[in-house]
């Protein structure tokens, strides 16, 4: 029997759907997330949906809903991306949304990268949402040989790899790595070969850009065309290999951001100084990789989300200790967090939960709740919402 109220978001698992981003509201009790979804006439077009965390009821917010009786429904309005199938209409809504976060002024703010969502890509935007019209607005877009030149009014961090024949492009931006600061300044990151890995900063206006932080870029040579010197590092310290840096969040002065190899990296906001708040080597070898919370209740930060069915870390950001989100721990020392079983439990132990019972949250969101630190919501494929409580590992779904 589905529990909640409102329409069934099963319906996107008629092709391939994941589901991102994460914000309760604490006032409506809503919970947003971007499902990001493909079916025989669009490729990766995002629709933003809530769940009520109390009552379970459902609605779709922005974008497109299939409708297993009426079939494809619009909600909300305003711009459009362009959609990469050719037997399908030449735009659909939210193209490659990979990311979702708040703003000040309660909208929300999403970020598509390329036609896919995945990897880096040269060519993105931020589109802004109001939760409660789904209006959609252009926000920001990206400079590209493509579609030079883009609104003036944009800022640009541009990529010093071109020659001579070809237009300044901006640099290359990952995918799933995207945060919001209390000003309401957005950041990215960017990573290529000749560019380097680092941080990048939008005004709250998206007037202005400017890098953060970066490490490793190299001089760039296209054919015959002068050598382009690398631009210089910004910010010292932890120095990882050079991989993508993931998901992203602002706490105090510094924006926190994980690399393909489980490190939890802090930028300095002012001098772009790196510093390893935690390494893979510092308890559960784990760690999410699209939602980083703080949690200012226990003054630890959870990091969930990858491609994976569950996998997610709590760390003290003081320590850098680690331990894993969904069982005691089994590293020695004093633990962070624990059950209140005497002896160790988790998900799985002494018997299978809902979510360990061949389920998959995957990248799907994650909020702590603000009226009860010891439950947590998650969306799982395919839209059920998940109600999970952190001191006895129990869990169930409450909408689906």
Not at 151 to 159: D, I, K, R, T, V
Not at 195 to 209: H, M, P, Q, R, W
Not at 257 to 265: A, E, K, R, S
Not at 300 to 320: H, Q
Request: glycine share 12%; with cysteine; net charge negative.
């Amino acid at each position: 029997m589905p529990a909640g109220s409102g329409p069934h978001f099963w319906t996107y698992a008629d092709g391939l759907v994941d589901f991102y981003g994460g914000w309760l509201d604490p006032e409506s009790r809503e919970l947003y997330s971007l499902a990001l979804w493909t079916n025989s006439l669009h490729r990766k077009s995002g629709t933003i949906v809530s769940h009520n965390v109390d009552t379970g009821e459902r609605r779709v917010v922005s974008g497109i809903f299939n409708d297993p009786r009426r079939g494809p429904m619009m909600f909300g309005s305003g711009h459009m991306s362009p959609n990469s199938v050719s037997a399908g209409p030449d735009e659909q809504p939210l193209t490659g949304a990979n990311a979702m976060r708040v703003t000040s002024r309660g909208t929300l703010l999403t970020l598509g990268v390329g036609t896919t969502g995945e990897g880096v890509s040269r060519s993105v935007e931020i589109v802004e949402v109001d939760p409660e019209t789904g209006e959609r607005t252009l926000f920001w877009q990206s400079e590209t040989d493509e579609r030079h030149p883009v609104n003036p009014a944009f800022g640009q961090c541009l990529s010093h790899q071109y020659g001579t024949s070809r237009v300044n492009e901006s640099v290359a931006i990952s995918a799933r790595a995207f945060a919001v600061g209390p000003d309401d300044k957005v950041y990215m990151t960017f990573r290529q070969t000749n560019e380097g890995v680092g941080v990048i900063e939008l005004s709250a206006d998206a007037s202005e850009c400017r890098f953060v932080g970066r490490f490793g870029a190299r001089d760039f040579r296209l054919g015959l065309d002068p050598i382009v010197p690398a631009p210089a590092d910004i910010g010292t310290g932890f120095t990882p290999t050079l991989s993508r840096l993931f998901g992203m969040m602002v706490h105090e002065g510094g924006v926190y951001t994980v690399n393909t190899f489980g490190d939890l990296i802090r930028f300095d906001l002012e001098t772009g100084n790196r510093f390893a708040v935690s390494r893979d080597e510092d308890g559960f070898n784990g760690i999410g990789e699209t939602t980083i919370v703080y949690d200012d209740t226990r003054d630890y930060i959870f990091a969930f989300g990858t491609n994976a069915p569950y996998v997610g870390a709590v760390i003290d950001p003081e320590t850098g200790r680690r331990e894993e989100m969904f069982g005691d721990t089994t590293v020695p020392g004093e633990p962070l967090m624990h059950s209140i079983y005497p002896v160790r439990r988790s998900v799985t132990s002494p018997r299978t939960t809902t979510l360990a019972d061949a389920n998959y949250i995957g990248y799907g969101p994650f909020a702590i709740d603000p009226e009860n630190n010891d439950i947590a919501y998650f969306v799982m494929d395919p839209g059920a919402l998940l109600k999970f409580e952190f001191s006895t590992f129990n869990n169930y779904i409450v909408s689906y």
